[in-house]
């Protein structure tokens, strides 16, 4: 822990440092989502661990907790103030890292018996490896992965022994528990380690196969125990928006690969972070030469690490080591493995103490290493530096140690090693900093706890209105994908791998804007979206680390809709102004058709493939590069484009006012915006600009948003809304008025794990009104409605645990049994 703290004060890291540590997802995801977890802590959250109302407008909470919070170091949140929730995230990486390096000290003994002190100094080159230090501390839950290879370890230690059954399935419910992710890969890497030991074991088969029941029963009944992180999550994923945008190919060139095992390097490309330090790549590359060591067991060590790293580099193969399938982003994240199977082979050879001339054979091959790699990407200077030096270092002590000195003697080198480690350590992470460094990538953030979201949170709290109304901070404030976990309030804002399904085409279907393929949620921008989702307060930003709030007319979280009125109301059918209108049961927009209205000089237009306006692509901001459209609306109506496939730049002519569209399908939906209202004669002529090929602009994008209906329309539906409206964590209950008919719609997407009861009567799964949830109220009238998440598969996940303590039950009294008929 202090050499890795080291090495980022070395370099000035947070929090050590200005430079920044919250990056890509530390920043947009894992940071925000502790500020949850401080405000779940304090009672300060709305929602509970079941259920999540400040995000994405309502979405469930417990997969994401399973996923990102669940790393037991991860409740120091709660102990620190909620500004210092960076702080936490990076207490997360760094206790779990001492305590696997503690795990992977007490396991390498269980390998082999020999000095506990030589077994920590590799423990910790193990505990900063490569994995750990360029992704594990940037994905803070994932470095649960570095204790879970020596914790299961143990246990699969004990099913050799053939004792602590009971203990060793609660460390396999411990780690999935922790990160179901990381376990999986860590059970795997477990499981093929444990069979070299036993085939390497000298017993008979028999033996064998009762350690491969007492292994089997023991991760079936740890399995269990887990069992609703496991089901939770494996049907979140199931129902997640499906995205393969970012999946990166594990193909990687065998030198670069073997560079990657040189400390301190950083690929440029995606390969697998596997160094461990130099003490353990020595004696690595000293095994083959390890006379002491037999034969049999050196082939098996060196197999199991060359079909290892092997398996990482071939697409079907790496899926197994992923769940069955690439991920997305970073497509080596079960490294770890590979370092903690390098510092188990380190200690085989190390526990033997290997003889000078074997030291100097495995001193050639890492020469040989550096000459193969010293000029590719991964190497950097650093890197190549601290090879160098720490492994004539490491090389020259371990040969004085080998000579068998006196106590004293021994006692001196031992703390040079140490030493040498530790320096070593310290170099490689600053190496790695210096060439992460996030500032090169461009211009970034110091912190994530900004001026601006402090002033933000500040405002939400002092003006928000819930449950009668959402606040929501809205697009104006940005300071990370899931501002309304960091700031508060009930926005839209949310970043996740469990964005579902039904909660992304929904809201998408409404005309909200989208990234990553869906999992990224935007906030809503225009009033029609903010009063079909009960948005009355919202902020905008004033000056650099200002807000102010604007309030809105609003209805309440649940409203009703009358029977027949889901309808287009002469919008065109399929248009986003057709679903808004059937969604708020009134007509509110017209739907101008288009004309092109060419300049002189203009390109001519190329023919569209289907319905719409072909654009042509142009540089530069010359007139001509500009196509105008214009369109006839009611005078002064506001005029709203919506085209979110569209990557290009609008002009609203009469006022001169710019729009950025960003689509890019399938990753990016571009929300409806608002371009100005339209002339007194009702002539509305916007110009788009685009410098992509391919866009079309659909024949529909123009909708003309009649203010006197929209007001009308929102009068109306919070004067029949329900009469009283209690949220809890997971739960709605509401006062309808007396004889309610048709549709109760509540401001929230229609997600998987809702049902409702209507007046105390069966729970039902809701129906989806228009992306919304909307439960029929039937014709016979209706007073109250009452509404409850459970995510999917949390109730199948407590049956197995209970199974699995059952079994536990079974085996604990099964042993008292034993003990006193004997």
Request: aromatic share 8%.
């Amino acid at each position: 822990m202090a050499a890795y703290s080291a090495g980022l004060a070395t370099r000035g890291v947070y929090p050590f440092g200005p430079v920044p540590r919250a990056d890509n997802d530390l920043r947009h995801q894992y940071v925000p989502f502790h500020t949850h977890l401080w405000d779940l802590q304090h009672g300060s959250a709305q929602g509970d661990l079941l259920f999540n109302w400040q995000s994405g407008y309502g979405v469930g909470f417990l997969g994401d907790f399973f996923t990102y919070l669940s790393n037991p170091f991860s409740l120091l949140a709660g102990l620190l103030p909620r500004q210092h929730a960076e702080l936490s995230v990076y207490l997360v990486s760094l206790c779990s890292m001492g305590l696997a390096a503690a795990l992977m000290t007490v396991y390498l003994g269980r390998l082999r018996p020999g000095s506990p002190w030589l077994r920590a100094l590799l423990s910790v080159g193990y505990a900063v490896c490569g994995w750990g230090v360029a992704e594990g501390t940037v994905v803070p839950m994932w470095t649960w992965g570095l204790v879970a290879i020596p914790l299961l370890g143990i246990a699969a230690d004990w099913c050799l022994t053939g004792r602590r059954w009971v203990l060793g399935s609660l460390f396999v419910a411990l780690c999935w528990f922790a990160n179901f992710y990381t376990a999986a890969m860590a059970t795997t890497a477990t499981a093929l380690v444990f069979l070299v030991r036993l085939l390497l074991a000298d017993t008979d088969w028999r033996t064998r196969g009762r350690a491969l029941w007492r292994a089997a029963t023991m991760t079936v009944t740890g399995l269990l125990l887990a069992a609703p992180a496991v089901l939770v999550c494996a049907f979140a994923n199931r129902r997640a928006q499906p995205t393969e945008l970012y999946v990166v190919s594990v193909n990687t060139d065998p030198l670069t690969f073997l560079s990657m095992l040189i400390p301190g390097t950083h690929p440029v490309r995606p390969a697998p972070n596997v160094y461990a330090g130099v003490l353990v790549l020595l004696l690595v590359l000293t095994l083959p030469f390890q006379s002491k060591v037999r034969g049999r067991e050196r082939l098996a060590w060196f197999s199991l690490l060359v079909l290892t790293g092997v398996s990482f580099v071939l697409t079907p193969t790496a899926k197994l080591w992923q769940g069955g399938a690439l991920p997305h982003g970073a497509p080596f994240r079960e490294s770890f493995v590979l370092s903690g199977m390098l510092a188990m082979a380190a200690w085989i050879c190390l526990a033997h103490m290997p003889r000078p001339r074997a030291l100097l054979g495995g001193a050639s091959l890492l020469a040989l290493l550096v000459a193969a790699t010293y000029d590719l990407p991964p190497v950097n200077g650093q890197a190549l530096t601290g090879v160098l030096v720490g492994g004539a270092v490491t090389t020259a002590l371990l040969l004085f140690y080998a000579r068998g000195l006196r106590r004293p003697a021994r006692i001196g080198v031992m703390l040079l090693l140490a030493v040498s480690v530790f320096a070593g350590t310290v170099y490689s992470v600053y190496g790695n900093s210096v060439a992460d460094d996030p500032r090169r990538r461009g211009p970034v953030r110091a912190q994530t706890m900004t001026e601006l979201g402090k002033s933000a949170r500040q405002a939400l709290e002092a003006h928000g209105n819930w449950p009668a109304t959402r606040a929501d901070a809205g697009p104006g404030v940005f300071v990370t994908n899931n501002d309304a976990l960091l700031v508060g309030g009930q926005g839209g804002a949310y970043y996740s791998s469990y964005v579902s399904v039904e909660t992304a085409r929904g809201l998408r279907g409404l005309g909200l804007g989208q990234a990553m393929g869906g999992r990224h949620l935007w906030p809503a921008g225009d009033p029609v979206l903010r009063a079909l989702l009960g948005i009355g307060t919202v902020l905008e930003p004033a000056g650099e680390d200002g807000v102010t709030v604007r309030t809105l007319p609003a209805p309440p979280l649940v409203t009703l809709r009358a029977p027949g009125s889901d309808q287009a109301y002469g919008a065109p059918v399929g248009s986003v102004w057709a679903r808004r209108q059937a969604a708020l049961g009134a007509r509110v927009y017209t739907v101008p058709a288009l004309a092109r209205a060419d300049r002189p000089g203009a390109p001519a237009p190329a023919p569209a493939a289907g319905p719409g306006f072909a654009l042509t692509r142009a540089e530069g901001w010359a007139p001509e590069t500009w196509t105008a459209f214009t369109g006839r609306c009611a005078p002064g109506a506001r005029a709203f484009l919506h085209a979110p496939d569209l990557n290009a730049t609008v002009r609203a002519e009469d006022t001169g006012r710019f729009e950025s569209f960003s689509g890019r399908p399938p990753a990016v939906s571009a929300p409806v915006r608002e371009l100005g209202a339209a002339a007194a004669d009702g002539r509305f002529t916007f110009s788009v600009r685009t410098s992509h090929d391919g866009q079309v602009l659909p024949p529909d994008v123009l909708g003309c948003l009649d203010q006197a209906a929209f007001d009308a329309a929102v009068a109306g539906l919070k004067a029949g809304a329900a009469t009283g409206v209690t949220v809890g964590g997971h739960t709605v209950e509401a006062r309808l008025p007396e004889g309610s008919t048709g549709t109760a719609v509540l401001a929230t997407t229609a997600s998987p794990g809702w049902s409702c009861s209507v007046d105390g009567g069966p729970a039902r799964a809701p129906v989806s009104y228009q992306g919304l949830l909307g439960v029929p109220l039937g014709s016979g009238g209706a007073d109250r409605l009452a509404c409850s998440y459970v995510p999917e598969g949390l109730r199948a996940g407590l049956g197995g645990t209970g199974a699995g303590l059952l079994l536990i039950a079974g085996v604990l009294a099964g042993g008292l049994w034993r003990a006193r008929r004997t």
